[in-house]
Each structure stands twice: as structure tokens, then as C-alpha cells.
């Protein structure tokens, strides 16, 4: 089945560090590819995503790239700040009719350090 | 912008009691997710619904059940509580795009964290 395997944390930065958290995938077929942030207390929120290969997702400076070649979307920014310590997760979706679920890795904690 | 509402927040039960978890999609969605999150564990899927059908199942044990209602809002019913179903429950909602052959991203709710005791 599919799964998602994520870089294991936690992981600990200085400010305007730069950041890499690797995440590699298996999939059948064509997946779609995320990033979701979950900080302290809260639901997980979607960062970025990708739905085919070579598409690149980006926000608030966090940048992924759907690699097929690697079967990999690893999160890349270039200055960290205190507030982007949370709790990074990978994910892909399979691309079954009308259904996105949703299968997770296991999650990297990441602290910023001013 | 609405996002997805889940009742309640916190939720305290004692082994063997029920528990009942709430969901309200954000506006015109039609699909709902629920997802398990143990204490430092990813989340797993467990079970969906669209237009109040059952559209998927994962590892959802006997004990729980859920059910989507006319005005799209879901219910995750929990009995026979055990420890292990400590946990934070996410709701997420979607809505089919275009033909239907594909949904809008996840949008997640803040969950409801559920303690047994």
C-alpha cells in the first residue's frame, strides 16, 4: 500500500537557518503530494502541495518539489524563523474516485531557537 | 473564511462509557474526514463519507461508528471505551471539483482531544 516515509526529528535551528526536511513516498499509480504544518493546540493546516510530477509547491518562503524520479517532496526554506516551529508532516493522497484521503509520515517536530 | 468546526474541544471519559464527536464541514463541502492522532503519531484515516454515503473505510475498529448527516455535518459515535482510544480526533472536510473526479485539498479542523480514564 501506499506509504510515507519522513525525516525523524525533532530538529533543532537557529534563526534564518536553513532548512531541509527530507520525505520520501510509495505509491501506486499518481499520487498528490503535501505538506501540512500543525502548531501547538492546533489542527493541521496545508502549506503547500503538488499533484504531478516536476510541480513545485510553495509558501511563506517553504518550497517542495514532486521529484518521480526519487519518489521524493522534500520541504526546503531558506531563513527559519521562531515562528515556523512546529510539527511538519508529509503526505500523499492516492487518486481514487472521489476520494483524497490522506495517508501521513510520522511527523517532524521542528524548533527555532532565536 | 468558515473552517471546520469540531464539538467539543475536550473530552473526558471513563472506560467502557460512550463517547459522541461532532463535525461541521466548512460551507458546501460534501465530503468529511475522520482521522486518529495518537500522542506523537501521525494521523490515521479513519473512515469517510460523501453526500451522507460511506465513501471509504481504514482503521476504524468495530466499536466506532459514524454517520454524515443531511446538512453534511458528520458524527463519529465511540463505544465501549478503552485507554488506547486516547487521542486527538481530526474532522476534515473537501469538496469534489469539476466532474467529480478529483477533491479540493483537506481542511483540517482543530480536533477534538478525547482522554479515556
Known sequence: GDSVTQMEGPVTLSEEAFLTINCTYTATGYPSLFWYVQYPGEGLQLLLKATKADDKGSNKGFEATYRKETTSFHLEKGSVQVSDSAVYFCALSDRNFGNEKLTFGTGTRLTIIP | ?117
Open chain 2, 1 to 117: 473564511a468558515a473552517g471546520v468546526i469540531q464539538s467539543p474541544r475536550h473530552l473526558i471519559k471513563e472506560k467502557r462509557e460512550t463517547a459522541t464527536l461532532k463535525c461541521y464541514p466548512i460551507p458546501r463541502h460534501d465530503t468529511v474526514y475522520w482521522y486518529q492522532q495518537g500522542p506523537g503519531q501521525d494521523p490515521q484515516f479513519l473512515i469517510s463519507f460523501y453526500e451522507k454515503m460511506q465513501s471509504d473505510k481504514g482503521s476504524i475498529p468495530d466499536r466506532f461508528s459514524a454517520q454524515q448527516f443531511s446538512d453534511y455535518h458528520s458524527e463519529l459515535n465511540m463505544s465501549s471505551l478503552e485507554l488506547g482510544d486516547s487521542a486527538l480526533y481530526f474532522c476534515a472536510s473537501s469538496a469534489r471539483l469539476g466532474t467529480g473526479l478529483m477533491n479540493s485539498p483537506l481542511h483540517f479542523g482543530n480536533g477534538t482531544r478525547l482522554t479515556v480514564t
